[in-house]
């Protein structure tokens, strides 16, 4: 890895940001820890940063020569305050920017497809994480957590489609390595766990771990674009953007691996059931809104 300056680490509170910086700071890496109210890292530097009140961004950026890019979550159109956050970064001396995507947003897509596209315009060194679903969904304050714990259930429009999850340390550990290796990837990395699994496959695992029945519940598209407005409060438009990726994997979009974390982390990615027995010991720290993937979208399934 190469010698870095300071690594600005947007959403440094939420699901991979928090465990970039951790990783980070643990390699001997000088962080500036970004959220909205600073963010009390041991080890980093906290800076406020809000995506939408512009009089944040130079604090946050001056002296910073790469970042971490977690959208903000839940808006439709993040291209609109992230491009001229960019292209401001770039002027302050900015070399390097690793953004959170989805894999089910490609270049040029909805939402964050948009500043995907953009970003090797912007800067010569890049990469663009398009992560699956995260494991991490089932077990912190995701809807889907919340569900199970109180009800036993969580509930999709799935079907009998796979994903094949990932595990936001595994992101975090890629995210490090694009951040900080000698040459960036100048690519999209598309993140997934070592196997595609049902929702039904995912409930059996979960009740086999915890030793508490777990039922995935199948709901119709409408049904869970319903549910996202009305149990997690996102906005409307967002929720049926989020029950149409429902759909997609119904339709076979997520039914597939790849080899790009043990590539980049010289080891596999890790399984469902491993961090399923890891996590569930854990007091929930996620915002159910936080970046979930895919982050896109940063959906809660989810940032």
Same mark, same amino acid.
């Not at 963010?39 to 906290?46: M, V």
């Not at 491009?83 to 894999?103: D, M, N, Q, Y």
């Not at 490609?106 to 890049?126: K, N, Q, S, Y």
């Not at 990615?269 to 809104?289: L, Q």
């Given at each position: /890895?190469?010698?870095?300056?300071?690594?600005?680490?947007?959403?440094?509170?939420?699901? *991979?940001?928090?465990?970039?910086?951790?990783?980070?700071?643990?390699?001997?890496?000088?962080?500036?820890?970004?959220a909205r109210r600073g963010a009390a890292l041991p080890g980093a530097e906290p800076a406020r940063f809000d995506w939408y009140d512009p009089a944040?961004?130079?604090?946050?950026?001056?002296?910073?020569?790469?970042?971490?890019? $977690?959208?903000?979550?839940?808006?439709?159109?993040?291209?609109?305050? /992230?491009?001229?956050?960019?292209?401001?970064?770039?002027?302050?001396?900015?070399?390097?920017?690793?953004?959170?995507?989805?894999?089910?947003v490609p270049e040029g897509g909805p939402a964050v497809g948009a500043v995907h596209r953009a970003l090797p315009t912007i800067f010569d060194e890049?990469?663009?994480?398009?992560?699956?679903?995260?494991?991490?969904?089932? *077990?912190?304050?995701?809807?889907?957590?919340?569900?199970?714990?109180?009800?036993?259930?969580?509930?999709?429009?799935?079907?009998?489609?796979?994903?094949?999850?990932?595990?936001?340390?595994?992101?975090?550990?890629?995210?490090?390595?694009?951040? *900080?290796?000698?040459?960036?990837?100048?690519?999209?990395?598309?993140? *997934?766990?070592?196997?595609?699994?049902?929702?039904?496959?995912?409930?059996?695992?979960?009740? %086999? $771990?915890?030793?508490?029945?777990?039922?995935?519940?199948?709901?119709?598209?409408?049904?869970?674009?319903?549910?996202?407005?009305?149990?997690?409060? $996102?906005?409307?438009?967002?929720?049926?953007?989020?029950?149409?990726?429902?759909?997609?994997?119904?339709?076979?979009? %997520?039914?597939?691996?790849?080899?790009?974390?043990?590539?980049?982390?010289?080891?596999?990615?890790?399984?469902?059931?491993?961090?399923?027995?890891? %996590?569930?010991?854990?007091?929930?720290?996620?915002?159910? $809104?936080?970046?979930?993937?895919?982050?896109?979208?940063?959906?809660?399934?989810?940032?």
């Amino acid at each position: /890895m190469t010698s870095t300056g300071t690594v600005l680490v947007t959403g440094a509170t939420g699901t *991979t940001g928090s465990r970039t910086a951790a990783r980070l700071l643990a390699a001997g890496h000088r962080v500036r820890a970004a959220a909205r109210r600073g963010a009390a890292l041991p080890g980093a530097e906290p800076a406020r940063f809000d995506w939408y009140d512009p009089a944040t961004h130079d604090d946050a950026l001056t002296g910073t020569d790469r970042v971490y890019l $977690v959208p903000p979550v839940g808006d439709p159109d993040p291209a609109a305050v /992230m491009l001229p956050f960019l292209e401001r970064a770039r002027t302050l001396g900015l070399r390097r920017a690793v953004l959170l995507s989805s894999s089910a947003v490609p270049e040029g897509g909805p939402a964050v497809g948009a500043v995907h596209r953009a970003l090797p315009t912007i800067f010569d060194e890049w990469a663009v994480l398009r992560p699956s679903w995260f494991m991490q969904n089932f *077990t912190g304050a995701h809807l889907h957590a919340t569900t199970i714990r109180e009800t036993g259930t969580f509930a999709t429009a799935t079907g009998e489609g796979r994903v094949a999850y990932v595990d936001a340390d595994d992101i975090a550990a890629v995210a490090v390595r694009a951040l *900080t290796d000698d040459h960036a990837p100048n690519r999209d990395l598309v993140l *997934t766990g070592p196997q595609a699994l049902t929702h039904d496959d995912i409930a059996t695992a979960l009740t %086999e $771990v915890t030793g508490r029945p777990v039922t995935h519940r199948r709901l119709t598209v409408a049904e869970v674009r319903d549910r996202l407005t009305g149990q997690a409060g $996102v906005p409307p438009e967002f929720a049926t953007l989020l029950a149409d990726m429902d759909r997609a994997i119904a339709n076979g979009a %997520e039914d597939r691996t790849t080899d790009t974390v043990h590539r980049l982390t010289g080891r596999p990615p890790h399984d469902f059931r491993t961090v399923a027995e890891r %996590e569930t010991a854990r007091v929930p720290r996620e915002s159910p $809104v936080a970046d979930s993937a895919p982050a896109p979208v940063t959906r809660t399934r989810s940032a």
